[in-house]
């Protein structure tokens, strides 16, 4: 199992920036990608960025350009800095952690933070 906590959440005008932290603990070595996925008032859960272990990144369409997803292997946490921040972007913000079954090749389970909250005012 893996523990993620984040932080970083808050309010800020639009326009404005923010970067969120990922801090994976537990059993880092199976960890095969994280993630930021957000969720806002009556809509479902998206993806917003991913970065392999192998470095390779994902974006949401909706954000590519004014959000950057990166990795410190070395303190085991992810960031989402976010720039040029829209009304839209408004969401709770998770953390995610695709985690390796190592007696399964090729099986894998998620992990999730419990989230932390960005608000973007116009």
């Known amino acids: 199992q893996v523990q993620l906590v984040e932080s970083g959440g808050g309010l800020v005008q639009a326009g404005g920036s923010l970067t969120l932290s990922c801090a994976a603990s537990?059993?880092?070595?199976?960890?095969?990608?994280m993630g930021w996925f957000r969720q806002a008032p009556r809509k479902q859960r998206e993806l917003v960025a991913a970065?392999?272990?192998?470095?390779?990144?994902n974006y949401a369409d909706s954000v590519k350009g004014r959000f950057t997803i990166s990795r410190d292997n070395a303190k085991n946490t992810v960031y989402l800095q976010m720039n040029s921040l829209k009304p839209e972007d408004t969401a709770v913000y998770y953390c995610?952690?695709?985690?390796?079954?190592?007696?399964?090749?090729?099986?894998?389970?998620?992990?999730w933070g419990q989230g932390t909250r960005v608000t973007v005012s116009s």
């Open positions: 995610n952690a695709r985690v390796r079954v190592i007696d399964y090749p090729g099986t894998f389970y998620e992990d």
């Open positions: 537990g059993s880092i070595f199976s960890i095969d990608a």
């Open positions: 970065i392999t272990n192998g470095g390779v990144t």
